[in-house]
């Protein structure tokens, strides 16, 4: 059989929905990746997907292991897509997993281009969206995609918990034989968008809204005095009390309605559920603190504004969601206070005088911030040739970052304790300085040049000029190429780190302080977090976070399948032990959030 080529690509769903004056561009950003017969290239929960998939050649098998069988079953064939769901709807993480029939060859649309493709092509995104709607009315389907989202035995998250939780019980509601004109003014007084409407025996058969006497009546010029029976929509549609909040929003979705009926037990009319209630209790999210970040006019309005991610936390983490997203949550939240608060720092300071860009390392730029974190930063500026434009360059960003890292520390962001930060003139300087610095600690690489190798190595751009951050990275690599002495003393280094084990494996805990009689799980992490760093740098592997490093450590075939699923996990859990012992610490102990662990609590 010919190879699925790039012409038949272009006239199949969903690359045909793209007008053909893009695809050329489109497909020229097209990777390509040959796997073996018999490879398990996803598996479920674990695997992260960073790519939209589409079979070139080949064939492969999805499927969902359970009790050591395999459940929801599907066959993949040439032009046939895998990774679009995961990406949408479960946080980059392998629904199913796939194992290769026989050699195949993967098409590879990068992650950051299809999430473009679905904000610029509605059809595009539609394809995969219908296909999750399609394969969420079948209820092992969903069940599988719960407990992906919620973990075995856990609380339900927002979607997959009863609407009996959320719908309104009281409701307006109105004979089908009252005009059109007295229901109007019967929604008006109640400040309703709707009427829920009953027979002559009181049976509620039927709801108007605002939409159906704007459509029905307004630009129609209908006749206000007649009954309402005459507009309302009839049927009623309904899903019990205790059905999930998914079923109730794909039904919305599949009808076209904003509005939908609740049945009690004995299939009477209980209550209404509108989407506006389902987005509403969907907001009590972190995302909506970002829109409050967003919004601000000051640096006062984020005084403090840290203190409230425990509280907007606690559920996610009870709830047994994956680290990897709380880190990421969390992240997103910090990265819009920064981006707020250098807006705010440029405009007290007036426009720079030249490009520059602001930098996080550490926990920061490996996107693995938890609920205890501290500043790390810095500062890179264009170089100038002139001495007083130097001079100029050099006091204008000192004072920038300053209020910076200064609104950073009210805003709940610690001041670092090693003075890492951008308002330390060490680290802001111009780009040709940071060269200088990476080339000495990569090529003495003393205890202080590796210490700051594992911090400042971890960078990540913040805000400003990116090409800046980008060159500073392409010297990074190409200074580290053919330098094995450096890995050396890396390798070295990362070994005085060990798990907090005794000669007999119990667990070593500190003997006197605050802290006695516990471990530090921070500590514990840092072999896995310098191994996956080491590899990264040896390999030219450009990502920061942990777990995508190995992820790219293992897709370059480093190591094996079971080491990688062995180290993965092992750092989920460990992070995730992090995260409930600092929830605990700041609503169960009323304290601070710490890293400190006791044995006896695990």
């Not at 053909?20 to 997907?49: D, N, P, W, Y």
């Not at 209404?272 to 995302?287: A, F, G, N």
């Not at 520059?356 to 996107?367: D, L």
Request: hydrophobic fraction near 40%; proline fraction near 4%.
């Amino acid at each position: 059989m010919q190879p699925f080529d790039l012409t038949t690509l272009a006239k199949t769903p969903p690359f045909s929905f793209i007008p053909k004056e893009r695809q050329a561009e489109i497909f020229s950003r097209l990777e390509e990746e040959k796997s073996k017969k018999g490879e398990v290239r996803f598996v479920q929960r674990q695997t992260r997907v960073n790519h939209l998939y589409v079979i070139s050649a080949g064939s492969a098998e999805l499927y969902f292991g359970q009790d050591q069988e395999k459940i929801l079953r599907g066959l993949l064939s040439e032009g046939d897509c895998f990774g679009g769901i995961s990406m949408l709807v479960n946080e980059s993480i392998a629904v199913r997993s796939m194992i290769l029939m026989e050699d195949t060859t993967f098409y590879k649309l990068p992650k950051a281009l299809f999430f473009q493709l679905c904000d610029e092509f509605d059809h595009f995104k539609e394809f995969f969206t219908n296909t999750f709607g399609k394969k969420m009315l079948d209820r092992s389907y969903a069940e599988i995609v719960s407990r992906q989202v919620s973990g075995p035995d856990r609380s339900l998250q927002f979607f997959h918990q009863s609407i009996s939780s959320i719908y309104n019980r009281s409701f307006p509601v109105c004979s089908g034989s009252l005009s059109i004109k007295d229901a109007a003014c019967k929604m008006s007084e109640d400040d309703s968008g709707y009427l829920l409407v009953h027979d002559n025996e009181r049976r509620i058969n039927g709801i108007i809204t605002d939409e159906d006497l704007r459509k029905r009546v307004v630009a129609v010029e209908f006749s206000k005095n007649l009954p309402v029976s005459d507009i309302m929509s009839t049927p009623l549609i309904s899903l019990p009390e205790d059905a999930q909040v998914y079923e109730a929003y794909l039904l919305m979705i599949e009808k076209g309605i904003s509005h939908l009926a609740v049945a009690g037990k004995d299939g009477t009319i209980s209550g209404i559920l509108t989407d506006r209630q389902i987005i509403t209790e969907q907001s009590r999210s972190p995302y909506f603190l970002v829109q409050e970040i967003k919004r601000a006019h000051s640096p006062d309005q984020l005084e403090n504004i840290h203190s409230r991610l425990p509280g907007i936390m606690i559920e996610p983490i009870k709830n047994g969601v994956q680290p990897d997203t709380l880190c990421k949550l969390i992240t997103t939240i910090a990265d819009a206070i920064l981006e707020k608060i250098v807006e705010f720092a440029v405009a007290r300071n007036g426009p720079p005088p030249c490009a520059f860009a602001f930098i996080i390392m550490g926990s920061e730029g490996r996107n693995e911030q938890t609920l205890k974190t501290d500043q790390d930063n810095a500062l890179i500026y264009e170089d100038n040739d002139d001495p007083e434009g130097a001079e100029l360059a050099k006091s204008y960003f000192l004072n920038l970052a300053t209020d910076i890292c200064t609104w950073l520390d009210r805003a709940g962001f610690v001041f670092c304790k090693g003075n890492n930060m951008a308002q330390n003139p060490d680290w802001c300087r111009p780009l040709s300085a940071w060269k200088r610095y990476f080339h000495g600690w990569i090529h003495a690489a003393n205890p202080e040049d590796l210490l700051n190798s594992n911090v400042f190595f971890d960078f990540r751009w913040a805000w400003g000029d990116k090409k800046l951050t980008d060159e500073l990275s392409d010297f990074l690599f190409t200074s580290l190429e053919n330098w094995s002495g450096f890995f050396r003393n890396m390798v070295e280094n990362a070994l005085y780190f060990k798990p907090p084990l005794g000669f007999f494996r119990n667990i070593v805990v500190q003997s006197k302080g605050e802290n006695k009689d516990a471990f530090d799980i921070k500590r514990a992490m840092m072999p896995i977090i310098d191994f996956a760093r080491i590899y990264a740098l040896k390999h030219a592997i450009r990502e920061t976070n942990t777990l995508l490093r190995l992820e790219k450590i293992h897709e370059k075939r480093l190591f094996t399948r079971e080491e990688y699923d062995d180290i993965a996990q092992s750092y989920r859990y460990l992070m995730n032990l992090r995260f409930v012992r600092q929830i605990t610490a700041i609503t169960g102990e009323h304290g601070k959030a710490d890293n400190f662990i006791n044995p006896k609590n695990l």
